[in-house]
Nanobody
Framework: DVQLVESGGGLVQSGGSLRLSCTAS????????ISWVRKAPGKGPERVSR??????????WYADSVKGRFTISRDNHKNTLSLQTNSLKPEDTAVYYC????????WGQGTQVTVSS
């Protein structure tokens, strides 16, 4: 079965940092396109970062709202996806999800990030 389990969220002050992790099972993160998506209260989902391609490409994409502050990475041995979030702002407050489209669209349970001003 495909499973995605996020962790690493928390409460931080504006300007702080958090490292989010997504542990995957049932597929290899090294062989698929995989994303971080966030959903803030009252707003629609926003894709913030993605590994493009089929895993052989290291091409990364970032939303303009996080470019220069967030960094996506993956550990193929541990089968995990990470998101280093720096210089956090109150508008980054959201639930962050790991998302992958395989034979279906899979989501983790999410991890809450709250940034206080």
């Amino acid at each position: 079965d495909v499973q995605l389990v996020e962790s690493g969220g928390g409460l931080v002050q504006s300007g702080g940092s958090l490292r989010l992790s997504c542990t995957a099972s049932g597929f290899s993160v090294s062989s698929v396109a995989i994303s971080w998506v966030r959903k803030a209260p009252g707003k629609g989902p926003e894709r913030v970062s993605r590994f493009n391609g089929d895993g052989s490409s290291e091409s990364r994409w970032y939303a303009d709202s996080v470019k220069g502050r967030f960094t996506i990475s993956r550990d193929n041995h541990k089968n995990t996806l990470s998101l280093q979030t720096n210089s956090l702002k109150p508008e980054d407050t959201a639930v962050y999800y790991c998302n992958v489209r395989l034979w279906s669209n899979y989501w983790g349970q999410g991890t809450q990030v709250t940034v206080s001003s």
